[in-house]
């Protein structure tokens, strides 16, 4: 049963990783739910999730508890973005993003953009926000355009532009990625951290998109952007890695989303068709509607397997989490898709209306098939560990 394995990983996390599961289940309940329709609607940035995510605690989850944070692993917040996607995904995935820069942030910054951002990060009285994908920019991440070019006084001037910046309706602190050379690859990628009123930033308003607009997706132009010695956050050399430290994680992350949906689907699913009669009997008597549903269940223990596999590989730290976090990712975002149009049918018309989260969730999985790297790009990652590429010459 799904819910046994979910109690199964709950007891391996500790007492207050398990507190903070608890927490994040409360909290998407009593400060999530009620709005997340209307965030939908009114197509913009859920901002009091995150200020009451702030307020509940939520904002600082990957920082040591030194810096104020929750320190949570890799486990524990699989779990606890699991519960917040089952209320809205744009909300879990905004957490997520921000939780990412507190880390990086904690882990890797010097000792001044620690004073100037890492307690306010933390706090949640800042919201911060990840620019690596531009707008004629993708999956090739080390062929990023924007330019970071240094001047003689050691600051540096910030040139192009940015794209799908989740959190970008309102993010103050920008973790900008730019490259030190045009047209020098991997090598010459450089993060910045950018305060998102230097002169010079512009935002660009929010996309129109097909779901999740809570998590505020929006554009970044930087012309001209001036920022001091201090702001350069990962030297050239480093930046490209840095971009990609965290992306398994994050993967996992978005397979543990999926699972979340999916079981919220499947949940208003199985209560809808126990109380709906036809030819004489509950929809849930029709041997058809059990299947459809039992495929669903299947479908929802095997991502979530998955899932908590590649967080516990992750946890364990030997490096051989990123196939693994491939494979989940690749199926909890395909599962939660098939499975959620699944919920839908076996609910006739009533599937397709907007009081229950189906229409919600839907959208939302088929936007997870791009966050954190498209499904081909797993893809390529999962068919490299098939056929490895031969030992290059000594
Ligand atoms: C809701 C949302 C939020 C996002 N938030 C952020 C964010 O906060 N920060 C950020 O930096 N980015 C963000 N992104 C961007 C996301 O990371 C990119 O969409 C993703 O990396 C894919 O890039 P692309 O959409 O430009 O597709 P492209 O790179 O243009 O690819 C188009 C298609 O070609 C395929 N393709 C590309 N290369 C290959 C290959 N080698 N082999 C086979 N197929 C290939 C892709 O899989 C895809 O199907 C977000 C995206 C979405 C939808």
């Avoid at 810096?67 to 909300?91: C, F, Y």
């Avoid at 997870?368 to 797993?378: N, S």
């Amino acid at each position: 049963m799904t819910g046994g394995l979910q109690a199964e990983l709950d007891a391996s996390l500790d007492e207050a990783e398990r507190a903070a599961v608890a927490l994040a289940r409360e909290w998407a309940q009593v400060a999530v739910a009620p709005q997340a329709e209307v965030w939908e609607a009114e197509r913009r940035f859920a901002r009091e999730a995150f200020d009451s995510a702030a307020e509940a605690g939520l904002t600082g989850l990957t920082a040591p508890g030194a810096d104020g944070g929750r320190a949570l692993g890799p486990v524990a917040l699989t779990r606890v973005m699991e519960e917040i996607a089952a209320v809205d995904l744009g909300v879990a995935f905004s957490l997520a993003v921000h939780n990412n820069l507190v880390g990086a942030v904690a882990r890797r910054a010097g000792y001044e953009l620690r004073e100037q951002y890492l307690d306010d990060l933390v706090a949640g009285r800042r919201l911060g926000a990840f620019l690596l994908t531009e707008p004629g920019v993708g999956s090739d991440a080390a062929a990023i355009t924007t330019t970071a070019r240094r001047e003689p006084d050691g600051g540096w001037v910030l040139d192009g532009a940015k794209a799908w910046v989740s959190n970008g309706a309102e993010a103050s602190v920008l973790s900008v990625y730019a490259t030190t050379e045009a047209g020098g690859g991997h090598r010459a990628v450089a993060a910045f951290l950018v305060d998102a009123d230097t002169p010079g930033v512009e935002r660009v308003t929010a996309y129109p998109l097909i779901g999740a607009h809570s998590l505020g997706t929006a554009e970044f132009l930087f012309e001209n952007c001036r920022v001091g010695p201090e702001a350069l956050f990962v030297p050239a050399g480093q930046g490209f890695r840095a971009a990609m430290e965290g992306i398994d994680l994050a993967r996992v992350l978005v397979g543990a989303m999926c699972c979340g949906m999916l079981d919220a689907g499947l949940g208003v699913a199985r209560h809808y068709v126990s109380g709906r009669h036809a030819f004489g009997q509950a929809l849930s008597g029709f041997q058809a509607v059990q299947f459809s549903l039992a495929d669903v269940a299947t479908d929802l223990d095997a991502s979530r397997l998955l899932t908590y596999r590649a967080a516990q590989l992750l946890a364990a730290g030997d490096g051989s989490a990123a196939v693994a976090a491939a494979h989940a990712k690749k199926f909890a975002t395909r599962a939660a898709e098939r499975g959620l149009a699944a919920c839908m049918q076996v609910m006739g018309a009533a599937g397709a209306r907007r009081h229950h989260c189906l229409p919600r969730h839907l959208t939302g999985a088929r936007l997870t098939h791009y966050l954190d790297g498209a499904t081909e790009i797993l893809d390529v990652v999962i068919a490299r560990s098939l056929f490895p590429p031969p030992p290059s010459a000594p």
